[in-house]
């Protein structure tokens, strides 16, 4: 079983930054491919980034593109997201996600494993 541990939320005025972190004990972390997903209330749960395996391929939802980084460190076992310029929208609860084929798409279900969630809210 693999474990995710998410974390890195709060509560920021629009404009501010924020990291999330999630750190995957154990040794199968470069063999993943990692996610961020997010949802706010009433709705469902999108993709936010994702990266392969081997950082290769990043991909990013339109709507946070240009605001938001994702990194993975494989020597840590921690795959970031740094949050810039946030806005009122971008307040949700995030998941990080682990694909144990390596991969990083952008549909929920392909992924086997799930943190617990961070919650991340921006006023305005």
């Known amino acids: 079983q693999v474990q995710l541990l998410d974390s890195g939320g709060g509560l920021v005025q629009a404009g501010a930054s924020l990291r999330l972190s999630c750190v995957v004990p154990?040794?199968?972390?470069?063999?993943?491919?990692m996610a961020w997903f997010r949802q706010a209330p009433g709705k469902e749960r999108t993709f936010v980034a994702g990266?392969?395996?081997?950082?290769?391929?990043?991909n990013y939802a339109a709507l946070v593109k240009g605001r938001f980084t994702l990194s993975r460190d494989n020597g840590k076992n921690t795959v970031y997201l740094q949050m810039n310029n946030l806005k009122p929208e971008d307040t949700a609860v995030y998941y990080c996600a682990a694909d144990s084929m390596g991969n990083s798409p952008t549909y929920s279900r392909a992924y086997d494993y799930w943190g617990q969630g961070t919650q991340v809210t921006v006023s305005s």
């Open positions: 990266m392969n395996w081997n950082g290769a391929v990043t």
């Open positions: 154990g040794r199968t972390f470069d063999t993943l491919g």
